[in-house]
């Protein structure tokens, strides 16, 4: 039998944002529990707020997100606090940390930690062949020159922030290779 060894165990409190390395964590249905736990809806597209479209919300990737308490399966999801990329941080505040991501986007955003059916995230099209199926990528396409697919939230998890997967496996030999 091949061993496996676990080096590091991340979770992400906040879409799009960095997140925090942590002891342990725990797998359900939808993978590890609380990751993605929050996120921001952009109240003039009505979509989810994803780094994925990265001229719009790329700024997000400059903050660091993590929870106060360990999240509990069942229970609400903890409080988190956020350091913004000029090293100020918002603690356990809701409105001020919309306020602030906000002012960091240009744009009007709001806190959410549940998911309306239906919602979408905008994901710039890398444009690249045999990322995706074409009939696949053609049936998320916005139709416009912007090159932007239109994405549903929890494809892979529904009820869930998260995008394509529910849980991320990375191999050394890939971050090395990565790294060279």
Same mark, same amino acid.
């Given at each position: 039998?091949?061993?496996?060894?676990?080096?590091?165990?991340?979770?992400?409190?906040?879409?799009?944002?960095?997140?925090?390395?942590?002891?342990?964590?725990?797998?359900?249905?939808?993978?590890?529990?609380?990751?993605?736990?929050?996120? /921001?809806? !952009?109240?003039?597209?009505?979509?989810?707020?994803? &780094?994925?479209?990265?001229? +719009?919300?790329?700024? %997000? $990737? #400059?903050?660091?997100?993590?929870?106060?308490?360990?999240?509990?399966?069942?229970?609400?999801?903890?409080?988190?606090?956020?350091? /913004?990329? !000029?090293?100020?941080?918002?603690?356990?505040?809701? &409105?001020?940390?919309?306020? +602030?991501?906000?002012? %960091? $986007? #240009?744009?009007?955003?709001?806190?959410?930690?549940?998911?309306?059916?239906?919602?979408?995230?905008?994901?710039?099209?890398?444009?690249?062949?045999?990322?995706?199926?074409?009939?696949?990528?053609? &049936?998320?396409?916005?139709?416009?020159?912007?090159? %932007? $697919?239109?994405?549903?939230?929890?494809?892979?998890?529904?009820?869930?922030?998260?995008?394509?997967?529910?849980?991320?496996?990375?191999?050394?030999?890939?971050?090395?290779?990565?790294?060279?």
């Amino acid at each position: 039998m091949t061993e496996i060894r676990v080096g590091r165990l991340w979770r992400y409190p906040v879409k799009s944002m960095q997140g925090e390395e942590v002891d342990e964590i725990v797998l359900g249905p939808g993978g590890v529990i609380a990751d993605r736990g929050y996120g /921001f809806f !952009d109240v003039e597209s009505g979509r989810l707020v994803s &780094a994925k479209h990265p001229k +719009r919300f790329g700024a %997000l $990737l #400059g903050c660091a997100a993590r929870y106060l308490s360990d999240p509990v399966t069942g229970e609400p999801t903890p409080p988190i606090e956020v350091t /913004f990329p !000029d090293g100020s941080v918002v603690h356990d505040d809701d &409105a001020e940390l919309a306020r +602030r991501v906000s002012d %960091l $986007l #240009g744009r009007d955003v709001r806190l959410i930690t549940t998911v309306d059916e239906g919602l979408a995230f905008d994901e710039l099209d890398p444009g690249v062949d045999g990322v995706m199926p074409d009939e696949f990528a053609a &049936a998320l396409s916005s139709g416009g020159d912007d090159h %932007l $697919l239109q994405i549903p939230v929890g494809m892979a998890a529904p009820g869930t922030m998260l995008d394509l997967a529910a849980l991320h496996i990375l191999t050394t030999s890939t971050l090395s290779k990565l790294a060279a």
